[in-house]
């Protein structure tokens, strides 16, 4: 059975950082794009950051470029997405994402496996 699981989410402060780490289990997905998004209250689901397979390519969402870093091991079958200079706006569940098609669909919200998620709260 396939797992994703978030974990590194918390409550900090504007300004501060944090580390979110999504490890898989079931299956290896070193050969996939990993992703991440996130959903806030009253919100739709959105795309925040993607990894293709060898961490070779990237790709952010606007509001986050310049402040957050998506990485991967895949020896540990882990995707992380490194949270800096953290706003308010940034407030959501986080969630990590594999996609399994050749050519990754996960900027357009398409993912094969979805993460439970992990909370991130950020105090004004």
């Known amino acids: 059975q396939v797992q994703l699981v978030e974990s590194g989410g918390g409550l900090v402060q504007a300004g501060d950082s944090l580390r979110l780490s999504c490890t898989a289990s079931?299956?290896?997905?070193?050969?996939?794009?990993m992703g991440w998004f996130r959903q806030a209250p009253g919100k739709k689901r959105e795309f925040v950051a993607s990894?293709?397979?060898?961490?070779?390519?990237?790709y952010y969402a606007d509001s986050v470029k310049g402040r957050f870093t998506i990485s991967r091991d895949n020896a540990k079958n882990t995707v992380y997405l490194q949270m800096n200079s953290l706003k308010p706006e940034d407030a959501a569940v986080y969630y990590c994402?594999?996609?399994?098609?050749?050519?990754?669909?996960?900027?357009?919200?398409?993912?094969?496996?979805w993460g439970q998620g992990t909370q991130v709260t950020v105090s004004a």
């Open positions: 079931g299956r290896t997905f070193s050969n996939y794009a």
């Open positions: 994402a594999v996609d399994l098609s050749p050519v990754s669909r996960l900027r357009l919200g398409i993912a094969n496996y």
């Open positions: 990894i293709s397979w060898n961490g070779g390519n990237t």
